[in-house]
């Protein structure tokens, strides 16, 4: 099976999973301001992809990693890889370059919903 096809499966299972969570906490908690499954879905999904990537980041399956990383954490949040590529850079002691990026990535990214929106109102 190509790389393509196990992102798409492990993504299909990330996805899922994204949304079950969401719908678990409206069940829980009710509707409220602060949005908790998305909370609950990034913190956990950040703690998801740094297991493993430490764990399996260089052993097993090739497919398997792509299927658990790039597949199923990027369905389940991409809010993860945003924050593995800032601890990296932060890691490496590249601290300019991580506060940049994340900087960079939230303004630009909040400015681009904006457009968005904009956009889709006409």
Same mark, same amino acid.
């Given at each position: 099976?190509?790389?393509? +096809?196990? /992102?798409?499966? @492990?993504?299909?299972?990330? =996805? ?5 969570? $969401?719908?678990? #906490? &409206? !069940?829980? %908690?009710? /509707?409220? #301001?602060?949005?908790?499954?998305? %909370? ?12 493993? /990537? ?8 090739? #497919?398997?990693?792509?299927? +658990?990383?790039?597949? *199923?954490?990027?369905? %389940?949040?991409?809010? =993860? ?11 490496? @002691? !590249?601290?300019? +370059?991580?506060?940049?990026? *994340? ?11 904006? /457009? $968005?929106? &904009?956009? *889709?109102?006409?």
């Amino acid at each position: 099976m190509s790389g393509v +096809l196990w /992102v798409a499966l @492990g993504g299909a299972v990330g =996805s899922a999973l994204r949304y079950l969570v $969401g719908l678990g #906490a &409206i !069940r829980v %908690f009710g /509707v409220t #301001a602060f949005p908790l499954g998305t %909370f609950a879905v990034n913190v956990v999904g950040s703690v998801l992809l740094g297991v493993l /990537v430490t764990k399996f980041g260089t052993t097993g399956s090739p #497919a398997m990693r792509l299927a +658990l990383t790039t597949g *199923a954490m990027g369905g %389940f949040t991409t809010y =993860s890889t945003y924050n593995l590529e800032v601890h990296r850079m932060l890691a490496d @002691g !590249r601290f300019g +370059l991580a506060a940049a990026y *994340a900087a960079a990535t939230f303004v630009v990214c909040l400015g681009a919903t904006a /457009v $968005g929106v &904009i956009w *889709a109102r006409g």
